[in-house]
């Protein structure tokens, strides 16, 4: 490797690394920010490709904001509140009822709306759930980091990752059943087991369900329809091979502009606490990752892939699916996601070792807490509700949780008909 190739691996390496540990608590998003302007200044990438490169990220700014602003105007109009003493209610008194409960909205949550969602608009709802419940609310809040990320394969809408690292190649969606359903079930389940299992000692406690019903106002009413016609939207969006982004930043702006015209409010408050920090962090992501495929490695790296595929399907969907999941969290799995996609749509690899490569990048982060963008955004949601949790203490769930989910996937994945 020369000099530049090496300089840019190791800027782009210390700014992911600072994503991850956020040395001093300095915010995720000005580390990602900081390593694209040093490559910018050093020459190593041009102005004009670093602005290309954060222009790549349009779609997931559009849906990123879309979901946040659903989410606002959920937490401010009540509906959290609302569906929190439905859930405890339905709990009947017990913890591991409501564990339940929980792990299945999630679950729906996360195929019909994305991970995303799970992490934005469902973490708050389950910390609402559990405080009305007088129960300590972390083993609920573990199932909104965990599922989004177990059960984001299932459909191509699950995770908006799939539809970078598929691309053009993004097969039908009965065809995207027959490849991922099994290994879908065996995720979202095996992690439930291992998350329960966890957690056994902390859903002991009683669940008090003297929650009173209080009546959701017309704007609360207002944002759940925008919620149920956001998941039609890209369900339909989905179907025709459409972004994602823009009809979820459209049903975002709406369900706020009537929120705040019915309610005869100021949009300030709303825009002041959505979490804009992400779409910084996303941008920093891309250029970093712009400035590593700049190197040429990722061109080796495609070459050896598509060489061990035609030699070996069935190991590299298994081998080449471990290790994008240790990179994801090494990493974090939005570049990962990317370069496996640059990778794997260079070469045309057969289905199965992109699917391998997918399931890896989708599952892998539950090993770490800052895996994926979906548990940034769920720690990013935790800080605003006071809570918090040590990096450590999500290792040592993840080492549990994770590997025997990503393990069985594969397996199903790599001895399915190719």
Known sequence: MDHSTLFTLGIAGIATLGVIVRPWSIPEYIWAVLGAVVLVVAGVL???????????????????????????????????????????????????????????????????????ATAVVLTPAVHAAATAARVAPLP??????????????????????NLVIFGAQMPPLMQWLSLFALPSIAAILITFVALRWTQRHALEQPVHNDVALQPLSLTGHCVGAAIAATGIVLLAASAFDRPLGLPTFLCGIGATIAVLLIGRRSPLPVLRDVAWGVLPLVAGLFILVEAVEQTGVLHTLAEYLRNTAATSPHQTTFVSGIIVA?????????????????????????????????????????????????????????????????????????????????????????????
């Open 140 to 161: 609920y809040l573990l199932i909104c980091a965990f599922v989004a990320n177990a059960a984001s394969f299932v459909l191509p809408i699950s995770n908006p990752a």
């Open 326 to 418: 240790l990179l994801s969290n090494l990493m974090n799995n939005l570049p990962t996601g990317l370069l496996a996609a640059t990778v794997g749509q260079s070469v045309n690899l057969p289905l199965h070792v992109t699917g391998g490569l997918l399931i890896g990048v989708d599952l892998g982060p539950n090993l770490s807490v800052t895996g994926s963008l979906a548990t940034i955004l769920w720690l990013i949601a935790l800080r605003r509700e006071g809570l918090s949790i040590a990096a450590w203490q999500f290792l040592r769930l993840g080492i549990v949780v994770m590997p025997p989910a990503l393990l069985a996937a594969l397996l199903v994945l790599s001895l399915s008909p190719h």
């Open 46 to 116: 041009p102005w004009r490709n670093a602005v290309a490169a954060a222009g790549k990220g349009t779609d997931v700014y559009l849906f990123l904001i879309g979901m946040m602003l659903l989410a606002e105007a959920a937490r401010r109009e009540g509906l959290f509140d609302w569906l929190a003493a439905h859930a405890v209610r339905a709990a009947r008194g017990s913890a591991r009822r409501l564990f339940v409960i929980v792990y299945a909205v999630g679950t729906l949550t996360t195929i019909f709306l994305s991970n995303d």
